[in-house]
């Protein structure tokens, strides 16, 4: 018998477009700080509930992290874009009986004369609770698994005037499995993350209407080009195509938006 140790993270970044996140029997309220680093130290607090029925107890850590192209989050070592060297919480570790609160505070402390820029980290929320399960591996040998939860949070700050842009590089309609696939790629080009929601219509060669449908909306971090996939619900045909898409965001005055044509050959 085999033993294997993961650390499971659940990435609250994607979820900042709500008010709240909660995972399991807890409940983190806010899902996102955004701070302006210009005005001394700024302060605040996260409210924990524990609201299930088991007595719990978590470990507080600032780190740093990235999101690749796909979308993946990992963690890094702090960079010159990194706050979690800034930021102190108290309490740093905590029980929480069931149907119970906790405030935890966090205040930063940026250095003088910094860049103009976004800089971020994440508040890690990790249970101190370990999860045992066991999985089974493909020449059948089962492997016992320790699985930590680990929720992370996370913390902007902002300095001067950030210029927020973004272009669309490239579509596609691809294979995949017995699936067709709209693949688009959008570049990150400003100072600081793109909170966008993208969406894409089809037409045919006479600009008939073929099909619309929305892509996922996400941040994308300066200086990355993330991809969005979505499969396509209409069967096409061989022929030429003209797909326009569209990405909003508050933080531009205009969409993202621009007309790909688009020859589709069904593989063979």
Known sequence: ????????????????????????????????????????RPAGQFLISNVGDEEERYRISAIHFTVSHTGDVSRREPDEHSLAPWIKFNPVEFTLAPRSQQAVRYVITPPPKLKTGEYWCA????????????????????????????????????????????????????PKDDKKMILVSVENTGEGRLRIEGAYEIRGGAGEPIEKGTLARSYIFPGVKQLFTTALKTDLKEGNYLVRVEFRSSQLQQPMADDFPILWKPPL
Do not use: H
């Open 123 to 174: 508040m890690e929320l990790e249970s101190l609770k370990v999860v045992k399960g066991s999985s089974v591996d493909s020449q059948g040998r089962e492997f016992q698994i320790d699985v930590i939860p680990s929720i992370l949070v996370p913390i902007f700050g902002k300095v001067g005037n950030i210029r927020y842009r973004g272009t669309i590089r490239e579509v596609q309609v691809i």
């Open 1 to 40: 018998m085999k033993k294997s140790f993961f650390l499971l993270l659940i990435l609250v970044l994607m979820l900042g477009f709500f008010s709240g996140v909660g995972e399991a029997g807890l409940s983190i309220s806010p899902a996102l700080v955004e701070v302006n680093l210009e005005k001394g």
